[in-house]
């Protein structure tokens, strides 16, 4: 009785301080220093659910998202480092903001009113150079400044960097905000705002990589995965879009009806050994730019869920096909083939030259603004 007395008492107080936590803005706490010795913070939001996302200043990176399962048991649903060395040294974008340009340029190159820019060639697929997430020192890479929030029923916390003018090749000084906001219906809500001096192409994105059984808990090919998508950007050798949008019909990137990434992730079709197994752009139904569900996973042993909803008009889905057991994560424990997966909502892929796909070029005077929600939750 008096057991019980107590278990309840602090059953109260534990209650009453993660509200008190979810009504006030989260406070900064030190994470290390990068190697050049800038300081790192780390914000940690928290719901009454027991739901608890932490990001850091390098990268606006998600180091830990904890998520309750069907019974209540919560378990770390992303890959990452436990700390900022790792992360510096070495990391695929783990839980990482992309940009300024997420995904591929083809040869590192794009025109754009009459002038020509360079990029990095960071990433030769096939053994064709192009510029990937945003070149050699993407805004995975910099240190943002950031103040925590507080919403109505939700924390969150800004993220803000300003990419100038001629960094990594591209044009224009482009001030970026990213806010994440945690929210009482476990909603980890991600918008961006954009402005530039000059047009440029801007294609922001997060990069997370999730395995809703907990990180380190071998592969996600049994998660069951639908994508309101009835057509995708087929690749080239070169992992670039060829400018079509071909049909998913009769495809092993038909995941209109949830089905298994497993399923077919070794079929044999043409697109999935360029891709290597998924990593495709998918044209979502949604084109309006107003937030609708794009995509929703589920994992069935643990029961959890997760339902993404986005403005953009493409997401790219990739199931962690150049993880190979070489990058031990936080708990340490490998981060074999397939270990986890992005849901990376964005503008297509190259679409500096495709004119035929929807614009990513911003102009001065415009705000760029687009919204993407990760709701977790259990069945
Ligand atoms: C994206 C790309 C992949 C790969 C990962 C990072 O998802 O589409 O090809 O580059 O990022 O490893």
């Keep these: ?26 406070a900064p706490e030190p994470f290390g220093r990068t190697a050049d010795g800038t300081p790192v913070e780390v914000y940690t939001l928290t719901n009454s659910r027991g739901v608890k996302l932490r990001a850091m200043t390098y990268g606006a990176i998600v180091l830990s998202l904890d998520v309750p399962d069907k019974k209540g048991a919560v378990a770390d649903v992303t890959l990452g480092y436990k700390t900022l060395a790792e992360y510096e040294k070495a990391s695929p974008y783990f839980g990482a903001i992309v940009g300024r340009f997420g995904n591929r340029i083809a040869g590192g190159q794009f025109s754009l009113d009459g002038s020509t820019y360079k990029l990095a ?31 109505d029923g939700s924390q969150g916390v800004r993220f803000r960097y300003l990419s100038k003018d001629g960094e990594e090749g591209y044009p224009g000084n482009l001030q ?9 219906n476990s909603e980890w809500r991600v918008e961006y705002e954009a402005t ?16 809703l059984k907990g990180e ?45 990434v497993g399923d077919r992730v070794n079929s044999k079709e043409e697109q999935m050994t360029l891709g290597g197994g998924y990593d495709h752009n998918f044209v979502l139904d949604n084109q309006s ?23 953009e008009p493409g997401i790219q ?10 990058l031990s994560g936080k708990s340490g424990k490998k981060y074999e083939h397939r270990n986890g997966f992005c849901l990376e909502s964005q503008h297509f892929p190259d679409s ?28």
């Excluded at 510029?131 to 950031?146: C, E, R």
């Excluded at 970026?176 to 009482?184: A, G």
């Excluded at 440029?200 to 990589?209: D, I, K, R």
Aim: glycine share 10%.
């Design 289 to 311: 730019g107003s937030l609708a569900s794009a995509a929703f996973v589920f994992e069935p042993a643990s029961g959890r869920t997760l339902e993404v909803s986005t403005t």
């Design 216 to 260: 380190g808990s071998g592969d996600i090919l049994g998660h069951t995965l639908q994508i309101a998508a009835s057509k995708f950007t087929p690749v080239n050798e070169g992992m670039i879009p060829t400018g079509e949008m071909r049909s998913v019909e009769g495809t092993a990137l038909d995941f209109r009806n949830a089905r298994t």
């Design 121 to 151: 060639n960071n990433n030769t697929p096939g053994g064709k150079p192009c510029s990937l997430h945003g070149g050699n020192k993407g805004f995975d890479k910099v240190v943002w400044k950031a103040e925590g929030l507080k919403g």
């Design 352 to 379: 500096p030259n495709h004119s035929e796909f929807p614009s990513s070029i911003l102009r001065p005077g415009k705000t760029l603004r687009n919204t993407t929600v990760f709701k977790f939750g259990v069945k």
């Design 196 to 211: 530039t001096d000059k047009a440029t192409p801007v294609n922001l994105t997060q990069h997370a990589y999730f395995n």
């Design 1 to 26: 009785m008096i057991l019980n007395q107590t278990a309840a008492a602090l059953a109260a107080v534990a209650a009453f301080s993660t509200l008190a936590m979810a009504s006030s803005a989260p």
């Design 176 to 184: 970026v905000s990213v806010t994440y906001w945690l929210n009482e």
């Design 317 to 326: 889905f990739y199931c962690g096909n150049f993880l190979d057991g070489t």
